[in-house]
């Protein structure tokens, strides 16, 4: 599919410069960029990502901030 995209020059120019740098296209470096943006802003990677991190970390609320929160749910009207 060919499509026809707007940048900024300055964009451009750096992309064309890793293009360069790479020994490849301008549009087989964009379709790798577009690629690799898609995969790593998938929501539901980005999701499994921060899962498999809190499954190994351990938050601790420290008592005196948990029991700051407690005392002022009792001063809210329910």
Excluded: H
């Amino acid at each position: 599919m060919n499509t026809a995209v707007s940048l900024d020059i300055n964009i451009f120019r750096e992309a064309e410069r890793e293009a360069k740098s790479l020994r490849i296209t301008i549009p087989e470096f964009c379709s790798v960029a577009i690629q690799e943006f898609v995969k790593n802003n998938n929501k539901s990677t980005i999701t499994k990502q921060l899962d498999g991190f809190y499954s190994t970390y351990k938050a601790k609320i420290d008592d005196d901030v948990l029991q700051a929160q407690y005392d002022l749910l009792d001063e809210e009207d329910w």
